[in-house]
């Protein structure tokens, strides 16, 4: 059972921004750093944003993190059909166990 | 390049035993963590639990503590997660991630194992 929470769903037209929410608390996201993941159904998750706003390289600029408090933010710019996926919040709980939000499927209109 | 690969996809009754393997190459196996996340059928993916290659330390989800185990074998840089009486409830996709340089994340992730438990 998820403790971060997410929309179950965005979308908007191509070239577009989303955002996805990522709600949490104290004892996850507000003492953690917030990681984001990628996951296309039959594939492997991909790695987006790590230590709440960073990008591993090959991740391009228009994927963005931020952290405030309990939440987290994924910001997705120029949207693309292939961005069409299912996006994951990810942070670690006080007992030191991790945990994903219950994941946002985004769509491109 | 840091790779993991998993086995493959298995079959199995209620009541059977079970071990599936995470192989690691490219990279410092024995002080990197491993993951085990889980995604059962039409739903999200859920953290199962890590391990420690060097020393086996293991820190279970609360909601998986006592239905799995983790080990490793260091010699072939290997990481496993075993049933010993595998529910239908265990059918899932299963994947292995270690982080790479991504601290506190999961940067480098296995193609997944599926497991299919069914009378």
């Known amino acids: 059972q998820s403790v971060l929470t997410q929309p179950p769903s965005v979308s908007a037209a191509p070239g577009q921004k989303v955002t996805i929410s990522c709600s949490g608390s104290?004892?996850?996201?507000?003492?953690?750093?917030v990681s984001w993941y990628q996951h296309l159904p039959g594939t492997a998750p991909k790695l987006l944003i790590y230590?709440?706003?960073k990008r591993p390289s090959g991740i391009p600029d228009r994927f963005s993190g931020s952290k405030s408090g309990t939440s987290a933010t994924l910001g997705i710019t120029g949207l693309q059909t292939g961005d069409e996926a299912d996006y994951y919040c990810?942070?670690?709980?006080?007992?030191?166990?991790?945990?994903f939000g219950t994941g946002t499927k985004v769509t491109v209109l | 390049e840091l790779q993991l690969v998993q086995s493959g996809a298995e079959v199995k009754k209620p009541g059977e035993s079970l071990k599936i393997s995470c192989k690691g190459s490219?990279?410092?196996?024995?002080?990197?963590?491993i993951a085990w996340v889980r995604q059962m059928p039409g739903t999200g993916l859920e953290w199962m639990g890590v391990?420690?290659?060097?020393?086996?330390?293991?820190r279970y989800s609360p909601s998986i503590q006592g239905q799995v185990t983790m080990s490793v074998d260091k010699s072939s840089s290997t990481a496993f997660l075993q049933w010993s009486s595998l529910k239908a409830s265990d059918t899932a996709i299963y994947y292995c991630?270690?982080?790479?340089?991504?601290?506190?994340?999961?940067?480098?992730w296995g193609q997944g194992t599926l497991v299919t438990v069914s009378s």
């Open positions: 991630a270690t982080h790479g340089p991504y601290s506190r994340s999961w940067g480098y």
């Open positions: 490219g990279y410092r196996f024995t002080t990197s963590w």
């Open positions: 391990i420690y290659p060097s020393d086996s330390d293991t």
């Open positions: 104290s004892s996850n996201i507000g003492n953690s750093f």
């Open positions: 230590e709440n706003n």
């Open positions: 990810g942070a670690w709980d006080s007992s030191l166990s991790g945990v």
